[in-house]
């Protein structure tokens, strides 16, 4: 079966300090991978997705970036957090070819258990 | 206008109660649709998919109108287990998932 794990759970940061987020899934190949950030009072906001290693689409411009270095590795990270960037982030998956570019019944996304994030 | 719009709640009820749950959409050309469950401090679960005949599963009962560009949730016989956050969810075709805000929950004893 598939899992999706991320790291750390929870996370103070100062303004200014650098930020990496990991995320990866196990039991599957090739997923779609999707950054999300809630914040107090706010819906889920899609920051970045990809659909292959190397490959990243960013939905919101913001001093955040991802990478992904390998198949099942989606990586968050900014080099000077802001007081803004406090949040929830969640990571999600949705199997190869769904989710984006396919419209039907298949697009469920599973998320991981999210870092919350507090700027200080 | 938002592309999804929920009421945020409380709503707060009793055990036993119905509850109904409303989200409206902007884009028409929106074409799958979702309630996902997302619990206090944890990440979103999908509760069901809305077909456009509408659907049910147990006490949960979906229903779209695509005329009117509403969705709705409906939960029979509350029990505590329900108390969450309801997000409704819209896809357009090749775009993300849009997430409304959630409507929150809180079924009393």
């Known amino acids: 079966s598939q899992t999706i794990h991320q790291w750390p759970a929870t996370l103070v940061q100062p303004v200014g300090s650098p930020l990496s987020l990991e995320c990866t899934v196990e039991?599957?190949?090739?997923?779609?991978l999707y950054w999300y950030r809630q914040a107090a009072g706010r819906g889920l906001q899609l920051l970045f997705y990809?659909?292959?290693?190397?490959?990243i689409s960013s939905e919101v411009p913001q001093n955040l970036s991802a990478s992904r270095p390998q198949d099942r590795q989606f990586i968050l990270s900014s080099k000077k957090l802001l007081l803004s960037d406090s949040g929830f982030y969640l990571c999600?998956?949705?199997?190869?070819?769904?989710?984006?570019?396919?419209?039907?019944?298949?697009?469920?996304?599973?998320f991981g258990p999210g870092t919350r994030l507090t700027v200080l | 206008r938002k592309e999804v719009e929920q009421d945020p709640g409380p709503f707060n009820v009793p055990e036993g109660a119905t509850v109904a749950f409303n989200c409206t959409y902007s884009?028409?050309?929106?074409?799958?649709f979702f309630w996902y469950r997302q619990d206090c401090r944890k990440e979103p679960k999908l509760l069901m998919s809305?077909?456009?005949s509408g659907n049910e599963d147990g006490r949960f009962t979906a229903q779209l109108n695509r005329a009117s560009q509403y969705i709705s949730l409906l939960i029979r016989d509350s029990k505590l287990s329900d108390s969450a956050t309801y997000l409704c969810?819209?896809?357009?075709?090749?775009?993300?998932?849009?997430f409304g805000k959630g409507t929150r929950l809180s079924v009393i004893a």
């Open positions: 999600a998956w949705t199997p190869h070819g769904t989710g984006i570019l396919e419209n039907g019944p298949y697009n469920e996304q599973f």
């Open positions: 039991g599957t190949s090739n997923p779609n």
């Open positions: 990809s659909v292959g290693i190397g490959q």
């Open positions: 884009n028409s050309a929106s074409q799958s």
């Open positions: 809305v077909y456009s």
């Open positions: 969810v819209v896809n357009r075709g090749n775009t993300p998932l849009v």
